[in-house]
């Protein structure tokens, strides 16, 4: 059973990671539950501070990688329709990924930008709120980035500290 949980752990902390990237998937909770299947383990000993600690900060980082896009759109200016815009353009990139990996820092933008230039913003407004909206997304991302894959080195870690009894067949 230990090693169904490790596996399974291990295989939601890189979804948690992909979905650092894909807003569809909540990266920073998926991984967490890695991280809970993995104490769950006969082998690993229960540190529920360590959960606890590492559920509130996953929780946190996902409330604000909904804030600080808006943020960052409000703060450059921008209206709720640059946001939506920005929100409609991520989801162009994952179902029609045209521009490949890099349609999903392009399509924000440019839907940051239609969004403003639907709302009748002037060209110069609608490229400062877009360009704030998507500063706020690759923010957002970057903060989910770094915890997701902080938490698949702290799971190889303790799999590695408790491998002698993981592994004893």
């Known amino acids: ?7 399974i752990g291990f295989l939601l902390m890189l979804v948690g990671i992909l979905g650092s990237f ?8 998926i991984s967490w539950v890695g991280l ?11 540190n529920w501070w360590v ?13 604000l990688d909904y804030v600080i896009p808006a943020a960052g759109t409000k703060r450059f200016g921008g209206s709720k329709a640059g946001m939506i815009g920005t ?5 162009v990139a994952i179902f029609f990924p045209i521009l490949g990996p890099l349609g999903i820092i392009i399509w924000p933008f440019i839907g940051a930008l239609a ?14 709120a877009a360009f704030g909206s998507f500063v706020g997304f690759l923010t957002g991302t970057f903060l989910k980035f ?8 702290f799971f190889i870690v303790i799999m590695v500290r408790y491998a002698g009894d993981l592994f004893s067949f």
């Open 1 to 7: 059973m230990d090693i169904a949980l490790l596996l």
């Open 22 to 29: 894909l807003p569809v998937l909540p990266g920073p909770p």
């Open 36 to 46: 809970l299947l993995l104490y769950l383990t006969k082998a690993v000993p229960d």
């Open 51 to 63: 959960l606890g600690i590492t559920l509130v900060i996953a929780l946190g980082i996902t409330i």
């Open 87 to 91: 929100i409609v353009g991520l989801l």
């Open 115 to 128: 969004g403003e230039l639907i709302n009748k913003a002037d060209q110069k407004t609608a490229m400062k």
């Open 146 to 153: 770094v915890l997701t894959t902080a938490y698949l080195v």
